[in-house]
């Protein structure tokens, strides 16, 4: 049974955050059958959920937007296409307790439509970062309850927006598997490369000038902790709905960063969607 989404992501995010699979909830209401009962012949399963989001501007600011909120697992044959808005991965090991694949991540771009000094910085353009990940689920019983997931990702700028990369670890617990409603925690920490850090969380003597913000270049590190809480309750074996609350506190030199020192060292996240399950 996967893991309901984590952090990540949606920080991703909105990443990156995960979501339940088509099968992470006994949504069941039918009786036990009394005869022998029939293989399940379905080879291809889905969950869907759209919503809303409430997240910040940009990584360390204290002014916050309503985005969309999207989530998708397509199951066919073993392999799952997982999507948590602007990211897209491929579990090829969709029916082992590993999990494998690549993955592929759109991170939109921070121009003059934000609040604060940061609208005179330079515009980063959009990146597009590609990599994979790999993870290790274990314990819960026959529902999936007290399973642990234990996961690790890397992804690299292939777009030439930031050349940097990033390193992300993280773990989640099922804490409930009750009827139609489940609880998902989870934690997780990423470590941002020189040129990521700089690109995100630098201020150029040309940018402090135009800003009033003090020059800063961070070297690499450990950018961030997260952790987050994901509860869904299926009304109906296919309607349901899901929620996601999550916290990010920015520690190292991305803490030290002018940029979050003006905002925010811990930012937040609500989500709410309606899911479908086939």
């Known amino acids: 049974m996967k ?22 909830a006994d949504i069941s209401t ?9 293989p399940n012949e379905r080879v291809f399963s889905a969950f869907l959920a759209a919503g809303a989001a409430f997240v910040p501007e940009y990584e360390g600011s204290d002014s916050y937007d309503i985005k969309p909120f999207a989530i998708a697992n397509l199951t066919w044959r073993g392999v799952e296409l997982q999507v948590r808005g602007t990211q897209a991965r491929l579990d090829v090991l969709a029916d082992s307790p590993w999990d494998v694949g690549p993955i592929v991540r759109y ?3 921070r121009d003059d439509d934000v609040s ?8 980063i353009d959009a990146a597009v970062e590609a990599g994979g990940f790999v993870g290790y689920r ?12 234990l996961e690790a990702s890397f992804v690299h700028d292939v777009s030439n927006a930031h050349d940097g990369f990033l390193i992300t670890a993280g773990v989640s617990y099922a804490a409930l598997r009750w009827g139609p409603a489940y609880v998902n925690v989870d934690a997780q ?5 020189k040129s ?15 800003s009033g913000l003090r ?45 979050v020192k003006d905002g925010s060292k811990t930012s937040g996240l609500l989500g709410l969607a309606v899911s479908y399950r086939y």
């Open 30 to 38: 039918e009786p036990a059958a009394e005869v022998a009962p029939v």
């Open 196 to 210: 990521f850090n700089r690109t995100y969380f630098g201020v150029s003597q040309s940018e402090s000038a135009a």
């Open 215 to 259: 020059a800063y270049r961070p070297d690499a590190g450990f950018k961030d902790l997260s952790a987050g809480v994901t509860a869904g309750y299926q009304f109906t074996e296919s309607w349901g709905v899901l929620a996601r609350a999550g916290v990010t506190r920015y520690v190292g030199d991305a803490a030290d960063s002018p940029i």
């Open 138 to 149: 274990f314990g819960g019983d026959a529902k999936g309850q007290g399973e642990i997931g």
């Open 3 to 24: 893991p309901l989404l984590t952090c990540s992501s949606l920080a991703a995010i909105l990443a990156g955050i995960w979501a339940p699979t088509a099968h992470g």
């Open 116 to 123: 604060g000094p940061v609208k005179r910085l330079d515009e």
């Open 189 to 193: 920490t990423t470590y941002g490369s």
């Open 107 to 109: 991170r939109g771009k």
